[in-house]
Every structure is written in structure tokens, then in C-alpha cells.
């Protein structure tokens, strides 16, 4: 499943797209959303923006429409009146003048008045969004102390979009290599060092990888900022102490990890 940091660039791409264009065209798979297709001609779009691991498009008549990419869904770019040569189920095309947005593969799409969509059941039960600027160390620490999550694993708890919007599975054994953590761990029995180093790594780790992982190489990016440490590399040599990268199934997920310097 995608994680927040590659639904944040996807959304950057539509955004340079179409973001303040008039809509000449809308089409959505679904019919219970057939009847928004006129009314959306002619409309702008006026922002697009991104909450954890959902989407949402805003139009200038009001409405707004929530996507989730789930484990298959796929935003692309075209030049508006072409379709890529894919397979893929076509879900949503909104087009303007010269360039269309198209979602494939999805299947969690609504669309509807702005203050219904933000009242989606996705929305409300998320934690702030760890690429959202205005989240700060010390938020995210106060967080983990929080009496929801201060007794939960830190391997589940990594994964529960309530804690924290945008976080996954390579994320999470990323962020925990960096934080020299095992998953078992419960926030509230970490050193206060330890609570601090991982609440740097919970923003840090992210968005580097927003600002600097590639989609054409999942490992290196400009001039390698982002690397995985763990991540997919079992049987090779830790980066930092070279023990053998061990690979688990943890919340029913794959979890690599380091046994020689995560403690």
C-alpha cells in the first residue's frame, strides 16, 4: 500500500496538473457518482491536498471528493483526450483544457458537500498527519504517552493510522532502525532518551522520504539522502553494525530489523 509520503508526491503531480483549472470534463465509474459528472463540468478545482494516506479534491461549487489508493489504486498524469496503455481499471477522469487526472484501480471513492466529506469515517478516526509541517517533536512525544497508545506495541502501533496518518510498513522498520528500537516495545516503558529519539525518527524518516525518494528506484534518490536500512534487505550487513538484517511477520506485515543494534 502506498504510505503517506508517496500519496503526498502523487498529490504534488495532480496538483501541478490541474490545481486552479476548470474542469471541461468529469467521469466517474461508479454510478452513485454519475450524477455529480454535469455538475462538476465547468467547475474549478481549487486545491488538492493530501490527510494521512487519503486525497481529497476540492471544487469551487462546493463539493469535494475523498479517495483512498488502498493497496491497487494509482494516480497518473495525461494530456487531456489520452489514456495510458494499462490494464487498470479506470475509476475517476477529470479532465481540463490540456490535462486529465485519472484514478485507477481504487474503490474507496466518495464525493459530496465539503463538511460531509470531512466528517468521512477514514478522516475522523486519523492522528495528525506526520507531513504536516506544523507537527512537532515534542507533539509526537506527548503523543506516545498518550493513554490510547502508551501501553500498545510499538510494531502495531506504528501501523494504526489513529496514532499517527501516513505511517506503513517500510516506514515502520525504517523508523525503528533509526530509533535503535525492537517493535515490542511500549512507549511508556522507554527511557526518556529513547521516547525522544523515536519521536524524531516518526517525522524525520518520512519526510525524507517524501522529499527525496524516488518512484523510478525505491532505495536512492538525489544523491542517495534516502536509503533503506532494513527494509526488504534480509541476509544482507546492517549499515550501522553489521549484523544480519532479520526478516519476521509482524501484524501480519513482513518486518525486517537489525538483531545487532536495535535493542
Known amino acids: 500500500m502506498p504510505e503517506g509520503p508517496e500519496i503526498r508526491r502523487a498529490a504534488d503531480k495532480l ?3 490541474v490545481e486552479g483549472k476548470v474542469l471541461t470534463s468529469a467521469w466517474f465509474a461508479f454510478s452513485q457518482l454519475k450524477r455529480f459528472e454535469s455538475q462538476l463540468m465547468g467547475q474549478k478545482i481549487e486545491r488538492i491536498e493530501t490527510r494521512g494516506k487519503a486525497l481529497l479534491t476540492h471544487f469551487s461549487d462546493g463539493l469535494t471528493m475523498y479517495s483512498h489508493n488502498q493497496l491497487y489504486g494509482l494516480w497518473t498524469v495525461s494530456d487531456a ?26 474503490s474507496d471513492i466518495e464525493v459530496g458537500p465539503q463538511d460531509v466529506i470531512l466528517r468521512h469515517p477514514f478522516l475522523q478516526r486519523i492522528g495528525p498527519d506526520i507531513l504536516d509541517d506544523s507537527l512537532t517533536e515534542s507533539a509526537v512525544a506527548e503523543r506516545l504517552l498518550d493513554q490510547r497508545f502508551r501501553r500498545r506495541q510499538l510494531g502495531g502501533m506504528l501501523l494504526d493510522q489513529s496514532f499517527l496518518a501516513g505511517l506503513g510498513n517500510y516506514l515502520r522498520a525504517e523508523i525503528l532502525w533509526d530509533a535503535q528500537l525492537l517493535p515490542e516495545h511500549k512507549p511508556e516503558a522507554l527511557a526518556p532518551e529513547q521516547r525522544a529519539r523515536l519521536a524524531g525518527a516518526l517525522l524525520t524518516i518520512p519526510r525524507l522520504s517524501y522529499m527525496t525518494r524516488g518512484d523510478d528506484n525505491p532505495n536512492y534518490h538525489h544523491g542517495a539522502l534516502f536509503k533503506f536500512h532494513v527494509f526488504s534487505r534480509d541476509g544482507q550487513a546492517c549499515t550501522r553494525c553489521g549484523a544480519t538484517i532479520q526478516k519476521i511477520t509482524l501484524s501480519s506485515r513482513p518486518f525486517f530489523y537489525c538483531p545487532g543494534c536495535q535493542f
Open 15 to 17: 496538483v501541478s496538473a
Open 81 to 106: 483526450g489520452k489514456r495510458p496503455n494499462t490494464k487498470r481499471d479506470l475509476r475517476v477522469a477529470l479532465e481540463t483544457s490540456d490535462k486529465a487526472i485519472l484514478l485507477y484501480s481504487a
